[in-house]
């Protein structure tokens, strides 16, 4: 059972007796109605095809309110890597995208093609991203299609991520970073091997960025909890831009990016000292870029202050209407999610002593700038 705003929202796949091996039913109980124009993308982008619906009305004794029950036939043509994982992950998936939690797109249907959880998803949206910030040609619908037509290196990059930053994987001492260093190596040479084996050009340069931008990350908040102890519905990554591969010139010394399905964000930084403001992009195409070319100014602008320059900039994904009061307040709104996306990040100062985030694997030295 999940409360979405004020409806009430269950949800349950499951497989009829009799009928097609490649069939299921999926069931949403709702206390308000629902139309079939809202559900389907979620459903479509999950990789099923919607065959029939069977609306049912509750009529709930004792209550002046109605109960819905909204029964969907899905066929799936592949098959899936194991039913009973499956009906779960594509469960969460699709309430993570209904609630708003995550994005609904391409890169939903890896969830039943390669078994991968929403917030593996949620990763590898992320890192695409990005990528289409730092001016790749790709677009992001192709970039989805390269993943899901090379599930076994998808998947490998989701090891690679997990054994460089899940925080459980490994014991936080000495010989766990060790361990787990050993365990990137790894995977890094058999994504290189399986790499050699892809046909297309194309696939080949997407596929390498990918791999490129996690053996770049430094940080993630990707494993942290809110407080409610589920994870956050924004992902951070702290990159060594000098290792991030096809980076515009000139590469900052450090950058942030913030992932959201409400807001997108960017920090560049360009010394361990480092001073810059943050700004409200219009430039959600490339907004990136714009705050590259404002770092520029504000490095000159501090030469005589600071050694040099930093800037950081965010994008709205779902404004409402400009120039309303709902339009300010989502602003706001973003603003937060953005900084709380570089703070948890960044290593905190507690008397003399410097605090690193919780449930975050380090890659690179104490940084409290933030």
């Known amino acids: 059972v999940r409360l979405v705003g004020s409806e009430m929202c269950i949800r349950d796949r499951y497989q009829p007796v009799g009928c097609a091996g490649d069939e299921r039913r999926f069931k949403l109980y709702r206390l308000a109605p629902l139309s079939l124009t809202e559900v389907l993308p979620y459903l479509s982008n ?36 194991d039913p009973a994982i499956s009906r779960d992950l594509f469960c969460e998936a699709f309430t993570a995208a209904w609630a708003g939690r995550a994005e609904s797109d391409g890169f939903d249907r890896l969830v039943l ?9 949620v ?8 990528l289409r910030q730092t001016g790749t040609t790709f677009s992001q619908d192709y970039i989805e299609r390269c993943l899901r037509v090379n599930v076994p290196i998808t998947v490998t990059l989701v090891e690679l991520f997990r ?23 790894r995977l890094t040479a058999k994504l290189t091997a399986l790499l050699d084996g892809v046909a297309s050009l194309d696939h080949d340069r997407i596929l390498r960025a990918m791999l490129g931008l996690i053996r770049a990350t430094l940080r993630t ?28 010139a000139p590469r900052p010394a450090f950058e ?33 870029t714009e705050i590259l070319g404002l770092v520029k100014a504000q490095t000159v602008k501090n030469a005589v202050i600071v050694p040099t320059g930093a800037k950081g900039g965010f994008v709205l994904k779902r404004p409402p209407a400009p120039g309303t009061d709902e339009y300010r307040a989502e602003g706001v709104a973003c603003y937060r999610e953005f900084i709380c996306g570089l703070l948890d990040l960044s290593d905190n100062i507690v008397g003399d002593a410097i605090v690193p985030p919780p449930q975050t694997v380090r890659h690179d030295s104490d940084d409290p700038y933030l």
């Open 46 to 81: 999950l990789g099923v095809e919607v065959v029939d619906e069977r609306p049912y009305v509750l009529e709930m004794t004792g209550h002046d309110q109605r109960g819905y029950v909204y029964d969907f036939g899905l066929r799936y043509g592949g098959a899936v890597p």
């Open 163 to 185: 054994a460089r930053f899940d925080p459980d994987a490994y014991p936080e001492d000495a010989a766990g970073h060790a361990a787990r260093l050993a365990a990137g190596d």
């Open 221 to 248: 908040n990707a494993y942290q909890h809110d407080a409610t102890g589920g994870f956050k519905d924004y992902v951070s990554f702290k990159f060594d831009p000098s290792a991030v591969p096809d980076l515009p």
């Open 123 to 130: 990763v590898m949206r992320a890192y695409a991203k990005y």
């Open 256 to 288: 942030i990016f913030v992932y959201s399905p409400k807001v997108e964000g960017v920090h560049l930084r360009f010394g361990k000292v480092a001073r810059g403001g943050l700004r409200w992009s219009d430039r959600p195409e490339d907004f990136r």
């Open 113 to 121: 093609l390669a078994g991968l959880g929403w917030r593996a998803v």
